[in-house]
């Protein structure tokens, strides 16, 4: 016997979003837990596609202050905020 489990869970949705959705699924005469697995299954199915994320350096004029060492971000800290 194939038994279905349901666990039960807590979300939190932007009120626009959560609107939305109940609307969506009213139209389609099925209850919001249902629209919302459906989308998390397609979401889930489809492939990770993603833009490949590019950095942009900016380099900037400047000289490093005597004490900061640069593999070290509590010394630049420490620096910025004066307490070096």
């Known amino acids: 016997m194939n038994m279905l489990l349901f666990m039960r869970t807590t979300v939190d949705i932007n009120d626009e979003v959560l609107r939305l959705a109940k ?13 919302v697995e ?14 490949p994320h590019t950095l942009s350096w900016t380099p900037e004029s400047g000289r490093l202050l005597p004490g900061a060492r640069v593999d070290d971000r509590d010394s630049l800290f420490d ?5 070096a």
């Open 38 to 51: 459906r989308a998390l299954r397609a979401h889930l199915a489809a492939p990770g596609v993603r833009a």
């Open 79 to 83: 620096i910025m905020d004066g307490r």
């Open 23 to 35: 609307r969506e699924a009213a139209k389609r005469r099925m209850p919001l837990r249902e629209l």
